[in-house]
């Protein structure tokens, strides 16, 4: 199937700008637990110039920030680095493109993406770009969502959907395999093109608490792009369908009064090579 590029871009875009608050209202109080696992990575400390892409509201810029590091945090998305520096007014936010970073050559000592990948249009031009800005010995990290079969966040989505017997609306642009970097193999090889040293890619697993399906449910649809225009470009009655399917298939992960659901991603990490 034919890729629009600019189309997904621009489609990316213009969701992330309308989902900013419902992003941190939900799926940014998952996301935010790989923010640990990211800095650590990169050893994020006092000495350390660190670029945030894809910062969205800022999490990973202000941990990095508290640790001592020097940061920048930039995002596609208006909406998104207003809110960044709302949340964060003291720390540098601006607005740029992933696969365009607005920075000279050996700018930065260490980069970190969570959850970026995934909406690039162009993730090897992005991959490109960060290790063009770091420093020669610069460290990256990046994160990305398991197999749905693991990341049952959007997993049971995706069953519910396919239950439903539902197809993607015509409007949404076809873009790059959403999943695609869950394979530790192609995530490696993304890095290993751009000739990046000591590259590692490890899974990050945990259970996230939630109080109800109804809060998962509006929880995805509030702060997701894709997953959310797939469900809600359906005809109402199809939505129907796939809500009373989700609601099946979360109810294995029911514990007491709450769900526990199954989370999972992979962190992979890399070094740019150094002088000599």
């Known amino acids: 199937m034919l890729i629009d590029l600019d189309a997904f871009t621009a489609f990316e875009l213009a969701g992330w700008d309308a989902k900013a608050s419902g992003y941190d209202g939900f799926l940014g109080q998952i996301t935010v637990r790989l923010v640990e696992p990211l800095l650590d ?30 940061i920048v945090g930039v995002d596609i998305a208006d909406e998104m680095v207003a809110l960044a520096s709302t949340l964060h007014p003291r720390l540098d936010f601006r607005v740029a493109n992933a696969e365009a970073l607005p ?3 050996n700018s930065f000592d260490a980069l970190v993406a969570n ?32 197999t749905p079969e693991r990341a049952r966040l959007f997993g049971v989505f995706l069953d519910a ?21 869950s394979d530790e193999q192609e995530f490696a090889r993304l890095l290993d093109a751009q000739q990046l040293e000591n590259v590692k890619v490890e899974t990050i697993t945990f259970s996230q608490p939630v109080s109800s399906t ?18 809600q470009g359906q005809p109402e009655e199809v939505q129907t369908q796939i809500r009373a399917a989700f609601d099946r298939v979360v109810q ?6 709450q769900l526990g659901i199954p989370v999972a991603a992979k962190l992979a990490s890399a070094t740019k090579p150094g002088v000599g």
């Open 41 to 70: 990575a990169v050893t994020a400390r006092g000495d350390v110039r660190l670029l945030d892409v894809a910062t969205g509201p800022g999490y990973v810029a202000a941990r990095a920030a508290e640790r001592g590091a020097s």
């Open 103 to 105: 920075f000279p050559a």
């Open 115 to 146: 959850f970026a990948l995934l909406h690039f249009a162009r993730p090897e031009l992005a991959v490109a770009e960060f290790r063009r800005v770091l420093v020669p010995g610069g460290r990256l990290a990046l994160t990305v969502w398991d």
């Open 161 to 181: 959907v396919a239950e439903a017997g539902a197809v993607s609306p015509e409007e949404i642009p076809v873009g790059p395999p959403f999943f695609r970097f």
């Open 214 to 231: 109804d809060e998962l449910w509006s929880g995805l649809l509030a702060g997701t792009v894709r997953t959310s225009a797939l469900i």
């Open 252 to 257: 294995q992960y029911r514990s007491g009064d």
